[in-house]
């Protein structure tokens, strides 16, 4: 009976610790995401300029690129462990706080400037005119169109992956982890590329459906690449997942995780 209480408080603190990683990632993901860098500056190389849709593309990526791999990866842990219902909780969840960092962050733009603040930052580090509060607005108040497409991008993501993962999972069992993680999250994020860019810059803006393509396959051949080469790191996370819980009491979560659907 103790060891039993034991056990559940492991399970608690790990899938509270997991939801934590998800949610913060997520939503610094999101915050981050208004950045655009070049990943080939970044690494010193040329211009990639990958014919693509009949256009020369280069690697510009959101900075939010950095953080969405956790995010997946956690997803799949979480899947593998608590089920599809554990995973789309802390979705609702997460979408549910990403809406309200946006809505947070609209009204903090629309506060007036203290003068003095407006004073002390108004030149740059090369001595140039600067005005932070308009830096301040154009950095995080991007549009409704950026917001809804990520909110619509990410739950259609989450659901596709968890149920993909569930899916493959009743078919292979134990075996082949890096398949159900690696093919639901190709499948999941070559929807998740194309349906935020259609819906903040094709309904909400003004690209053609051309572009959308183009920038849509850059950046799905970015996030495949990257759920191939986290492989390992799934692998690593479940050795120590199951040393912390113990081995029989890890694969007991599992098997109801992939039968039942919740271990909650």
Known sequence: MVQQSVSEQKRQRLFLLLCGIFLTNALIAEIIGMKIFSV??????????????????????TAGVVNWPVVFITS?????????????????????????????????????????????????????????????????NQGLGIMIGSIVAFLLGQILD?????????????????????????FSQLVDSFVVLTIAFYVFGNWDLKQIFSVGSINYL??????????PVL?????????YLGKDYAEQLSHHAAHDGEVL
């Open 76 to 140: 799949d842990i979480i899947n593998e462990y608590f089920g599809t219902k554990g995973v789309k909780r802390i979705s609702y969840l997460t979408a549910g706080f990403i809406v309200y960092t946006f809505i947070t962050i609209y009204f903090a733009t629309q506060l007036p400037p203290a003068k003095f603040w407006l004073d002390i930052n108004s030149t740059d580090a090369n001595g140039n005119p600067f005005n932070i509060n308009e830096a301040f607005f154009r950095i995080f």
């Open 222 to 231: 970015y996030k495949g690449c990257i759920a191939i080469l986290l492989t």
């Open 235 to 243: 692998y690593i996370a479940h050795y120590f997942i199951d040393q």
């Open 40 to 61: 080939e500056t970044l690494l010193g190389l040329p211009p990639a300029q990958l014919l693509i849709g009949g256009e020369k593309l280069d690697f510009n990526m």
């Open 162 to 186: 968890v149920s993909i993962f569930a899916w493959l999972r009743r078919r292979t069992g134990s075996k082949y982890i890096w398949l159900r993680a690696t093919g639901s999250t190709m």
